[in-house]
């Protein structure tokens, strides 16, 4: 397949010239700060929790190893808050805060006359619109959405979302910003529920728990079907390069058999609400699905972060390079 050839946008921010804060110092902001840091970025995590303060330049550095670019580690630093940074020198600032949309409005508000007129503000939120986030601010033009995906680090996606008053070409700033990080962006232009990828994946979720309602699959064998058959191929192609390669005239007849018998539920399938309703939410409270103990937690997160490596092993001649050439 011929590859996607990328243009860069005549004025954007690089990120080996760049300044990058990160607010909010968890396990999605110390792994975004790992895909900044790699990148070349000089990046600063703002945490205000002692606690947690005290660990992200462990995680950071840990994630860079992951990766082989423990070399990168120097650009960062940690600060307790909003004061201790000189915001004239910051080019792009990253939210990952908790998910509620009265904290995250009150940052941007304290961002909006803190930082540079040409800085772009982002949020990682995956709950909110950027469109509420920015409600009544005046930075609405430079605010978007930039969602990472868990691991963030080891997830090389990331959404870069339009809010209804984004300015387009702070979205392609943006855009190629993440992309010299090493990252694959996609742009969102509209800021719908979800974003894109969220959207098509709760799509596979609604007709995976509506088969296990209707007892036609065990759980263990639904996540067999999508891992060994059908997401096995999506690390090589797309559902939409898919039926290129498969015919469209039989993707064609066999939607027209299949979709009238999907589900089409509104609400939550039975399984996955009894759950939630239960307490059982997977491995933070020991049980979802499966049973989970401390040593089973420990070893699956083992080898969930090694396949994904080796997915990114595969991948890595199709993913965007590191640094300046990738405006190329």
């Not at 300044?19 to 909010?24: I, P, Q, Y």
């Not at 110390?30 to 703002?46: F, H, N, P, Q, S």
């Amino acid at each position: 397949m011929e590859q996607t050839t990328f243009s860069a946008p005549k004025h954007f921010f690089r990120p080996s010239h760049s300044h990058a804060v990160v607010v909010g110092g968890g396990t999605m902001g110390a792994d975004v700060a790992v895909v900044l840091c790699r990148g070349g970025c000089k990046t600063t995590v703002i945490e205000s929790n002692s606690d947690r303060a005290a660990k992200v330049s462990e995680l950071v550095l840990n994630g860079l190893n992951q990766l082989d670019a423990a070399q990168h580690f120097e650009k960062l630093s940690v600060a307790s808050s909003l004061d201790d940074i000189n915001w004239t020198s910051v080019d792009v600032m990253i939210e990952c805060i908790p998910e509620r949309l009265d904290i995250k409005q009150a940052l941007f508000k304290q961002l909006e006359q803190k930082t540079r007129k040409d800085t772009l503000l982002a949020s990682n939120s995956s709950s909110f619109p950027i469109t509420a986030i920015a409600e009544g601010l005046q930075t609405q033009d430079r605010m978007l959405g930039l969602h990472f995906f868990m691991p963030a680090h080891l997830t090389p996606l990331v959404e870069v979302v339009c809010g209804e008053a984004s300015n387009m070409e702070c979205a392609e700033n943006l855009y190629a910003f993440m992309r010299q990080c090493g990252m694959v962006p996609v742009l969102v232009k509209k800021d719908l529920p979800g974003f894109l990828a969220n959207r098509l994946q709760h799509a596979l979720a609604r007709e995976a728990f509506a088969l296990i309602d209707a007892g036609i699959a065990s759980p263990k064998d639904v996540d067999a079907a999508v891992r060994f058959g059908f997401g096995f191929r999506f690390l090589a192609a797309g559902p939409v390069l898919q039926r290129d390669h498969a015919g469209l005239e039989v993707h064609c007849a066999a939607g027209a058999t299949m979709y009238p018998s999907l589900a089409a539920n509104k609400e939550p399938s039975q399984c996955l609400s009894q759950k939630v309703a239960e307490g059982k939410f997977g491995m933070k409270t020991g049980e979802g699905f499966f049973k989970w103990t401390p040593e089973s937690i420990a070893q699956e997160k083992q080898r969930y972060q090694k396949t994904l490596l080796a997915g990114l092993e595969i991948l890595k001649n199709e993913l965007p390079p590191i640094g300046d050439a990738a405006e190329q």
